[in-house]
């Protein structure tokens, strides 16, 4: 089992950075697939980035070139930089982990089992 707790959100203006983390506990961190979400008022829960055991990662199209999804095996942190941020980047972002995700459905939601508390991001135009 892991816990996981995010930090780093903000209030940022258009085209700024913002540098989620995201603090596992747990001794098997290096074990779990790892996955970022977003969640804007009134919409679904979307998928953001994943980042496999491998360290390989994979991006929403809408966030492709401007987010990067980095872990710490070490530390038991992961990380999304991001940069050049848009208005329609406002939402509570949430980073999730499990183990034995497979890569054709780690942008899914119901393939982690274990979430963050999120930490609201918001971007002004």
Do not use: H
């Not at 816990?3 to 700024?16: K, M, P, R, T, Y």
């Not at 919409?43 to 070139?65: C, P």
């Not at 972002?93 to 918001?122: I, L």
């Amino acid at each position: 089992q892991v816990q996981l707790a995010e930090s780093g959100g903000g209030l940022v203006q258009s085209g700024g950075s913002l540098r989620l983390s995201c603090a596992a506990s747990g001794r098997t961190f290096s074990f779990y697939s790892l996955g970022w979400f977003r969640q804007a008022p009134g919409k679904e829960r979307e998928f953001v980035a994943a980042i496999r055991l491998s360290g390989g990662t994979s991006y929403a199209d809408s966030v492709k070139g401007r987010f990067t999804a980095s872990r710490d095996n070490v530390n038991a942190v992961v990380y999304l930089q991001m940069n050049s941020l848009k208005p329609e980047d406002t939402a509570v972002y949430y980073c999730a982990a499990d183990r034995g995700v497979p890569a054709y459905r780690d942008f899914e939601a119901r393939s982690y089992a274990y979430w963050g508390q999120g930490t609201q991001v918001t971007v002004s135009s």
